[in-house]
Nanobody, 125 residues
């Protein structure tokens, strides 16, 4: 049974930094691409970033240059380092994964197979 558990959310001031983590179990983590999504208050859930099994990465324009996704296969964990945070980054952050046959595959938002329950990030102005 695949489980994804996010942690590391919290309250941070405008311009601050935070790192959220997602610990995975029940899957061969090193072969799975991983992604981060977020859902702000009153908004639709949106794709944020992803990393392939081979560590190719992709970011949406709104976080490019501020957020960094990484993975530690020894710990079955994917991270999202968030710098220069803005109030509009306030959201519940979810990690997700999808079965993929290509280790270079980087998800771009659709068709994820497994989801975590999320961790709340609040950026105060």
């Amino acid at each position: 049974q695949v489980q994804l558990v996010e942690s590391g959310g919290g309250l941070v001031q405008d311009g601050g930094s935070l790192r959220v983590s997602c610990a995975a179990s029940g899957l061969t983590f090193r072969i799975y691409p991983m992604a981060w999504f977020r859902q702000g208050p009153g908004k639709e859930r949106e794709f944020v970033s992803a990393i392939s099994a081979s560590r190719n990465t992709y970011y949406v324009d709104s976080v490019k240059g501020r957020f960094t996704i990484s993975r530690d296969n020894a710990k079955n964990t994917v991270y999202l380092q968030m710098n220069s945070l803005k109030p509009e980054d306030t959201a519940v952050y979810y990690c997700a994964t999808v079965r993929a046959s290509n280790t270079n595959y980087v998800p771009r938002g659709g068709g994820m197979d497994y989801w975590g329950k999320g961790t709340m990030v609040t950026v105060s102005s």
